[in-house]
């Protein structure tokens, strides 16, 4: 696994929600971490240096080496990201979770499925790739979680697929989700079929003129 990248959190000693807008006004992110074996803390964080992070991962669900600075004194602690909340319009960070994690304990996070190569079937035969599933939870211990799960699909042909049970994760790596769950797939492409129409087509009424019905008068007095 890569080496965990560096965050700086500050303990957040005001609350209350006119003190998460004077936060977001200074460009901070409000948050929180908790753990296992310590109260929940609130945070905030630099809204730029989270944004640096996330742009540089695969997923949001991310093994940060986190910095918690309250007053004078700093600790370090192995922080998992959890969740992150967006703005549903402007998409800006709203809210981040962190969870504390031990290098000792084994943790589940979902890590993102990536695919490697084009499929037989897409490249001979016009094929598409289909993705059923775009992560996967695995269960493993911190240093051992993989930044992205990467699945071979070059030799997938059309009507063939690949389940979660059929990815070879990294040692360590155990994956939580079911295994029987379709990962990626091949079918057929259907551009270019032809719509059979069963249905026939109404007779249109015959539209009958003023010139139709003077002829047929002339003839009823002749």
Excluded: W
Excluded at 129 to 142: A, G, N
């Amino acid at each position: 696994m890569a080496q965990q990248p560096k965050l700086k959190a500050h303990k957040r000693t005001q609350l209350g929600r006119n003190a998460i807008k004077q936060i977001k006004g200074k460009g901070l992110v409000p948050g929180v971490i908790y753990g296992t074996n310590q109260a929940p803390m609130p945070l905030q964080v630099h809204n730029r240096e989270l944004s640096t992070v996330l742009a540089h991962a695969s997923s949001e669900h991310i093994l940060v080496q986190l910095e918690i600075v309250d007053g004078n004194q700093s600790t370090n602690k192995l922080a998992l990201i959890q969740e992150v909340q967006h703005h549903p319009l402007k998409r800006g960070l709203l809210h981040v979770d962190f969870h504390a994690v031990s290098a000792t304990e084994k943790i589940t996070s979902s890590v993102s499925i990536e695919t490697v190569g084009e499929p037989l079937g897409v490249r001979t035969f016009g094929g598409l790739l289909e993705h059923s599933l775009r992560s996967l939870e695995v269960q493993c211990y911190p240093q051992d979680l993989p930044a992205v799960v990467r699945v071979d699909v070059t030799n997938l042909n059309i009507g063939e697929s690949l389940h979660v049970r059929d990815i070879q994760l990294p040692p360590g790596v155990e994956a939580i989700t079911d295994g029987n769950l379709t990962a990626v797939s091949v079918v057929a492409s259907r551009v270019g079929e032809e719509v059979t129409e069963t249905a026939e087509q109404p007779t249109a009424p015959e539209v009958i003129s003023e010139k139709k019905v003077e002829a047929k008068a002339e003839g009823a007095q002749s």
